[in-house]
């Protein structure tokens, strides 16, 4: 049996004894599995975090707060979790709310696709009547991979299939002495493999989260706190005197700049907003505009807000350069405030179709937006601020 079969491979618990066998990569000698898994329990009922999901299991909670996890930290989702599941408390709520309403809740957390997937995930539940109970039925959910299946499965339903994040990548790779791309798909195999024999048939998601947790405040990835370890003894990592060496950190992708004029607007009292095509497909933010090379961003703004809104703008002020980033993309924006006038009737166009909303600052919030929003409408306001005086 291959390192990929077994990595790819689910158990239920009546397999979940003959899984005690697995094949490992040459260099690397089974852990005793047991004595792990042992010192793995005893550190978690001592030192986890108090958070709210993991007081419950019910599977829409647990599937939520896994999500959030991704690319967001505890501390930011604390807060963030319960108001999601106070306005969608159940996978039929989520269903039966409009994509602009899930987005509008997930304002500020990033990564939106999560958010999509969510929904469509919770209209295939809230379709077949009931929350899927196995590994397969959860891979077949929009948006839910082997890690979230793993997790929502071993903690709601004792399947017991390990989790592969940064933080179990990180710990495992560190006890057997991997220096490998943390990254790569192989990596993740082998992981999966080294995991598998480690996780108990009761208690699986205690397990899974034990491992990490360790990886999120004891095995970080840079200084990590060997001596509160509780595998310490067992690490190769530790014993070759450079833990932080291990895994290998993957290359970056090396990141693009964008440059783009933005304008902020009142018209009676409300600020003029359009939906995003630029950063998060379907957000309201301000018009934004590219910047092609060797044009001055203020003649951008001036001609894009023409095509825009059918009106000229004037008395341009430059507010500030805001910077903002999204994945592997920079973005440096020239952030102007004005005043409209119709243009002349010899230069009078038809606007663009773009959907044009006028909203008061305090109406933003209950629609859908991301970061670089309200980055403008702080500099917008400090701006003004400064000219008041």
């Known amino acids: ?23 490992y990569p040459r260099h690397v000698q089974p852990m005793p599995s047991c004595d792990v898994t042992r010192r793995l329990a005893r550190w978690y009922r001592v030192h986890k975090r108090d958070v709210p999901w993991r007081r419950t299991r019910d599977p829409h909670a647990v599937w939520i707060s896994e999500v959030m996890l991704q690319q967001t930290t505890v501390e930011v989702i604390a807060s963030r979790w319960e108001r999601f599941l106070r306005r969608f408390p159940t996978v039929e709520a989520l269903a039966r709310a409009t994509e602009r309403e899930v987005l509008a809740e997930w304002s500020g957390l990033g990564y939106y696709a999560r958010a999509r997937n969510l929904h469509h995930a919770a209209r295939a539940i809230a379709e077949a009547g009931a929350f899927p109970r196995t590994l397969e039925g959860l891979r077949a959910l929009p948006g839910i991979g082997a890690y979230t299946a793993a997790a929502v499965g071993s903690i709601c339903f004792q399947i017991p299939e390990p989790v592969v994040d940064g933080n179990v990548v990180r710990v495992l790779c560190r006890l057997h002495g991997l220096r490998l791309d943390s990254k790569a798909p192989a990596t993740l195999a082998k992981v999966r493999a080294l995991a598998r024999p480690l996780i108990p048939a009761r208690n699986p998601g205690d397990h899974n989260q034990a ?39 993957p290359r970056r992708p090396q990141p693009r700049t964008i440059y783009l004029a933005a304008g902020v607007v009142e018209r009676e009292k409300k600020i003029l907003l359009v939906e995003d095509e630029e950063l998060v497909p379907g957000h309201l933010v301000v018009p934004l505009f590219r910047i092609p090379a060797g044009e001055r961003s203020a003649n951008v703004l001036r001609r894009g807000w023409r095509r825009l809104a059918g009106r000229d703008a004037i008395a341009l002020e430059r507010v500030a350069t805001l910077r903002h980033s999204v994945l592997d993309r920079r973005y440096l924006v020239s952030l102007f405030t004005f005043e409209e006038k119709p243009p002349a009737p010899a230069l009078r166009r038809p606007p663009e179709s773009r959907r044009v909303r006028l909203l008061s600052p305090s109406q933003i919030s209950r629609h859908a937006h991301g970061g670089l929003l309200l980055k403008v409408l702080a500099a917008w306001r400090a701006h003004r601020a400064r000219h008041a005086r």
């Open 1 to 23: 049996m291959s390192i990929e079969r077994a990595a790819k491979a689910t158990v239920s618990p009546s397999q979940s004894r003959s899984m005690r066998q697995v094949w």
């Open 211 to 249: 491992v990490m947790e360790l990886g999120a405040l004891v095995c970080t990835p840079r200084a990590p706190r060997c001596g509160a370890c509780p595998l310490r003894t067992l690490c190769r990592a530790t014993a070759s005197g450079k833990p932080d060496g291990f895994p290998r950190a």
